[in-house]
């Protein structure tokens, strides 16, 4: 036997280990606001239940008022021995109204109903927050392929240039994502203003309280959980909401390391503003890709968020358990994480600069109209299967003389295939390679146009 861990000492010790591992004051003292929110519904419907009067409501009411203030202002804070912020709270409705009448707050509620409650009024207020700053960088994205609405760029498969696309149509790809992780918080919000409160510790009340009436004062649209049980236990919208946070930081870290590849000196297609890249502390020339870089190693934090609280849910047997208490530090940094790198992303792709002549200089190398050959041969009358054989001969003609595509001669044109006349040479050019695909979701400009059109309408309305 150890030491100082006799029987008596053994439960000082116990105590004391058991409040240190219990206690999430220092992480859920975030939800004080929405607890106290949830405390002056709870009263109103306690009066409206005939169990507290009309002079107890104002009371209870006023001293939320004043605790409210309190929290605000840091005059009280909770405490290893308050445990959670719920507990806290309750201390500091007694210390202010006395056992008497702070004791009636707790009627037919529980911990479990409480927590279940402004969890959710919590991530919502923050799916608010983050679509908002998703809106910002899709504007910034927006307003970056609009300036450069003319400029072809190299578009690749495989990393290897495969076919000019226009650099506003690449940019809007990564806009089409991040509406539809927008559209996802928007139907998340949907299936998650449904409020547990009533539920109890997960069967319910007995005393006559009204979950309905709770939960139109908290602002949840579709009423109250059809299930006390399930209202406590139930973790999906957690689960839900770390998907797409984490989905967001993918889609941003795809972001990033495009441009972290853009502005190299190989690439040379972008450079980054000062004041969103770093300079290294040696090497002078150094222009450093940092908030990409952050980017791409916070989506690895994001995505190990979603996968802790999987785990924590996995197996959980019905209803509440303490394991629960585990799924709220992930998903709360999944908010801090994005909410600091989100504003700083949208800067850093607001002022990127865009070098044109470099891009448009790569855009037809590398026998990227070599498929153009093949679609014009196409429209002419030629089976695909032969106009891919004869595209793939002018190739290995070019590589042979160590030429483009564009300077084959007629003649070299002709001894390849007799349907290579001279008008090929029309879908050569680059221009005319964007021109021709100007079928809806293509990279012609006038189909980019429809598209950046539809995006801005999507945005307007988000
Ligand atoms: N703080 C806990 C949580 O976040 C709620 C407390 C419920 N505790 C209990 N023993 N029923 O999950």
Not at 171 to 179: C, E, K, N, P, T
Not at 207 to 212: A, K, N, R, V
């Amino acid at each position: 036997e150890h030491a100082g861990v006799g029987a008596g000492a053994g439960d000082v010790v116990g105590g004391q280990a058991l409040a240190k591992l219990s206690a999430s004051v220092h992480f859920d003292w975030r939800l004080a606001p929405y607890d106290i929110a949830g405390s002056r519904a709870h009263a109103r419907v306690l009066h409206k239940a005939g169990l507290l009067t009309a002079d107890e409501l104002e009371r209870m009411l006023d001293g939320l008022d004043r605790l409210e203030k309190d929290v605000a202002d840091g005059t009280f804070t909770g405490t290893v021995a308050d445990e959670d912020v719920h507990t806290a709270l309750e201390r500091g409705l007694l210390e202010r109204l006395g056992p008497e009448l702070g004791g009636k707050l707790r009627a037919g509620r529980s911990r479990n109903d409480q927590v279940a409650t402004l969890f959710r009024m919590y991530l919502r207020d923050h799916a608010r927050i983050i679509g908002g700053l998703l809106a910002d960088l899709q504007e910034a994205l927006v307003g970056l392929a609009e300036a450069h609405a003319d400029v072809a760029m190299p578009g690749r498969t495989h990393l290897q240039h495969a076919q000019p696309v226009l650099f506003a149509h690449h940019v809007l790809a990564h806009v089409q994502a991040l509406s539809r992780d927008a559209e996802r918080l928007r139907q998340w919000d949907g299936r998650t203003a449904v409020s547990p409160y009533g539920s109890g510790a997960l069967a319910g009340s007995s005393l006559g309280l009204d979950p309905e009436a709770v939960a139109a004062d908290l602002g949840f649209e579709r009423g109250s959980v059809g299930n006390s049980i399930d209202g406590t236990a139930a973790r999906d919208f957690v689960a839900e909401f770390a998907f797409i946070t984490a989905m967001i930081g993918v889609d941003l870290s795809r972001i990033a390391e495009e441009v972290i590849i853009w502005n190299t000196k190989e690439f040379s297609f972008v450079t980054l503003h000062d004041a969103f890249s770093t300079g290294s502390s040696i090497m002078p020339q150094k222009k450093n890709p940092d908030i990409a870089e952050l980017a791409r190693g916070k989506s690895g934090r994001l995505i190990g968020n979603l996968t802790g609280l999987l785990a924590t849910l996995k197996a959980l047997p019905l209803a509440y358990n303490r394991d629960l208490q585990e799924d709220k530090e992930p998903v709360f940094d999944s908010c801090d994480q994005l909410e600091v790198l989100l504003p700083a992303f949208t800067g850093m792709m607001a002022t990127l600069t865009v070098h044109r002549e470099r891009m448009e200089e790569l855009a037809p190398a590398g026998f990227s109209l070599a498929t153009d050959i093949a679609e014009w041969l196409v429209r002419r009358g030629v089976p695909f299967r032969v106009a891919h054989e004869v595209a793939g001969e002018c190739v290995k003609e070019c590589e042979r003389h160590g030429i483009e595509l564009d300077e084959l001669t007629d003649a070299q044109f002709a001894a390849i295939s007799p349907h290579l006349t001279p008008e090929v040479r029309g879908v050569l050019d680059v221009p005319g390679a964007l021109a021709s695909r100007s079928g809806r979701g293509g990279t012609a400009p006038s189909a980019v146009a429809v598209q950046l059109t539809e995006v801005k309408a999507d945005l307007a309305v988000q």
